[in-house]
């Protein structure tokens, strides 16, 4: 089992930068692939961006390619997501979740976190 716990969310301006991190508990977080997934309000949840077990490869939505970055520290259970040119459509709380597959799918994610608030407002 693998508990997850988000921080960093906030209330930012456009074109702000702000990082998320996700701490893991377990001793078995790098067998899990890793994913981001945010959810505005009267929205479906959305996929933002995943990374592999290894943190060799690291996948994105169209949205936010460019502006996110997506890391993970194995050695401290731990993967953040850098996000940077911030717009008000990127206002949604955000979650990490866990998959235990080779590459994080949605449809797999086994386990997710509480989630944290992201506002971007002028």
């Known amino acids: 089992q693998v508990q997850l716990v988000e921080s960093g969310g906030g209330l930012v301006l456009p074109g702000d930068s702000l990082r998320l991190s996700c701490a893991a508990s377990?001793?078995?977080?790098?067998?899990?692939?890793m994913g981001w997934i945010r959810q505005a309000p009267g929205k479906e949840r959305e996929f933002v961006a995943a990374i592999n077990r290894s943190g060799g490869s690291t996948y994105y939505a169209d949205s936010v390619k460019g502006r996110f970055t997506i890391s993970r520290n194995n050695a401290k259970n731990t993967v953040s997501l850098q996000m940077n040119s911030l717009k008000p459509e990127d206002t949604a709380v955000y979650y990490c979740?866990?998959?235990?597959?080779?590459?994080?799918?949605?449809?797999?994610?086994?386990?997710w976190g509480q989630g944290t608030q992201v506002t971007v407002s002028s």
């Open positions: 377990g001793r078995t977080f790098s067998r899990y692939a």
């Open positions: 979740a866990a998959d235990p597959s080779m590459v994080f799918k949605l449809s797999t994610a086994t386990y």
